[in-house]
C-alpha cells in the first residue's frame, strides 16, 4: 500500500499548484553578514548594508518560530511561477521575498539553519516583515487540529509533516495573481504578473538576487494604461477587477484582520471578486485552513478521483468528500493536490490566449 503511494521523484504540475516549492537543504553556510560573497547580489565593496537598512530576527523570539518547518510547502504558495519577481530561493536553501507592506517596501531572507530558523530583512518594511514572521512560517497555524480520514491523505499527511499554513497579512499581493489566474492558463497568468511587476514595481531593497522586484503600490496599479494591460495579456474584465480593487485597497487590506468568512464577503463586494478569487487570496493572506476554493477547472476532478475514484466530480460533491474535514477542508485539498494522484488526461491541455496581437 504505501508504494502505491509513492510521490514522483520530479513534482507533478499538481503538487506544484499545492505549494510544492524545492528549497535546498544546507547546515551551516556562510554568515552573510560576514562574507557580502556569498550574496552575488550585494555589493561587496560596500560590504554588508547599514544597520539601519538592516534588521535581523530577534535572538530572544526564537522560541515563536518551528525549526520543524518546511519552507517549500509552508511558503510555495506565495510563488506565482518559476520566475516569480518578488519570490526567490537560492541554491543556499534561502527563501527570499520582496513584499510591499504598510511601512514600505521590503525585502525578507529566511532559512533554516541547524535546527533554527534565521531570517533578516532590508529596506522600510523590514521590521513589519520581521514582526509577522512567525505567523508567515505557520504560527498561527494548528496542524494537530487535522485528523486524516483518508488513507490517500493520511499517506501525505504523515510525508509533510513540515507543511504549515502561512498567513502573510496582506491582501493585494495575493489577490492581485489571483485576479489575473481566473479563466486562463497558469502559464499565462504568471507571464502576466511577472511582466507587470517588473515594468511597474521596483527593486527589491537590501542584497535580493538579481531581478527581484517588489509589487506596484495601489496608486501604481490603477494608472497602468490600458494598451499596457494588453501588451502584458491581461483582458478588460480582469484589468478593471484589479483597477477598482486597488482603488479601495485600504478596505481590503483590512480584511487581513478578520475572520476568513468575514474577509472573503469584504473582497466579492468587489465587481469582478468571487467565490474563486476570494478563497485564493484568504488562503495565504488570513491562514485560513478551511476556505477550500470553488468554481475551479480541475480541484473537483482531482479530490472526487483521489477520494472517491470519479473525475466528473463537481463543487457540491466535492464539498461532500470532504465533508469529514470540516475546519481543515483547505489543508486536506492542499495534502491531496500533494499526493500527485491525479485523474489520467483525456483531452490536451487548454491552448494558451494571446490577446497582444489582436
Do not use: C
Not at 491581461?234 to 485600504?250: C, E, L, N, P
Not at 477547472?297 to 482531482?302: K, R, S, T
Amino acid at each position: 500500500m504505501a508504494g502505491r503511494f509513492t510521490p514522483p521523484t520530479n513534482p507533478t504540475r499538481t503538487t506544484v499548484r499545492g505549494g510544492h516549492t524545492a528549497v535546498p537543504r544546507r547546515e551551516s553556510p556562510p554568515d552573510p553578514s560576514a562574507d557580502p560573497a556569498t550574496h552575488p547580489a550585494a555589493d561587496q565593496a560596500a560590504g554588508p548594508p547599514p544597520a539601519a537598512d538592516r534588521s535581523t530576527y530577534p535572538a530572544a523570539d526564537q522560541e515563536a518560530l518551528d525549526p520543524t518547518v518546511d519552507l517549500g510547502l509552508t511558503l510555495g504558495p506565495l510563488r506565482r511561477g518559476p520566475a516569480d519577481p518578488t519570490f526567490r530561493v537560492t541554491p543556499d536553501g534561502s527563501v527570499w521575498r520582496a513584499s510591499r507592506t504598510p511601512d514600505g517596501p521590503g525585502t525578507l531572507r529566511v532559512a533554516v539553519r541547524d535546527g533554527r530558523v534565521a531570517a533578516e530583512a532590508w529596506g522600510a518594511g523590514a521590521t513589519w516583515l520581521l514582526d509577522r514572521l512567525p505567523a508567515l512560517l505557520g504560527a498561527e497555524d494548528d496542524p494537530a487540529a487535522f485528523v486524516p480520514r483518508h488513507k490517500l491523505v493520511l499517506a501525505t499527511h504523515r510525508r509533510r509533516p513540515g507543511l504549515r499554513l502561512t498567513r502573510t497579512g496582506l491582501v493585494l499581493e495575493s489577490l492581485i495573481p489571483s485576479v489575473l489566474e481566473q479563466k486562463v492558463t497558469a502559464d499565462e497568468a504568471y507571464r502576466s504578473w511577472r511582466l507587470l511587476v517588473r515594468k511597474y514595481g521596483e527593486p527589491a531593497p537590501g542584497p535580493a538576487p538579481e531581478g527581484m522586484h517588489v509589487m506596484p503600490e495601489a496608486r501604481t496599479w490603477k494608472r497602468i494604461p490600458s494598451w499596457e494591460w494588453h501588451l502584458a495579456n491581461v483582458d478588460g474584465k480582469r484589468s478593471a477587477t484589479i483597477v477598482r480593487a486597488a482603488g479601495v485597497a485600504a478596505r481590503l487590506e483590512e480584511a487581513a484582520h478578520m475572520d476568513p468568512a468575514s474577509a472573503r464577503r469584504r473582497l466579492e463586494l468587489v465587481p469582478g471578486i468571487g467565490p474563486w478569487t476570494s478563497a485564493e487570496t484568504v488562503q495565504r493572506s488570513n491562514g485560513a485552513p478551511d476556505e477550500v476554493t470553488t468554481g475551479d477547472l480541475h480541484l473537483p476532478g482531482i479530490v472526487g478521483w483521489a477520494l472517491a475514484g470519479d473525475r466528473t466530480t463537481d463543487d457540491e460533491a466535492m464539498l461532500e468528500l470532504l465533508a469529514p474535514y470540516a475546519g481543515q477542508r483547505h489543508r486536506a485539498a492542499r495534502l491531496i493536490l500533494l499526493s500527485g494522484r491525479v485523474p489520467p488526461r483525456r483531452a490536451p491541455r487548454m491552448t494558451p490566449g494571446d490577446i497582444t496581437a489582436l
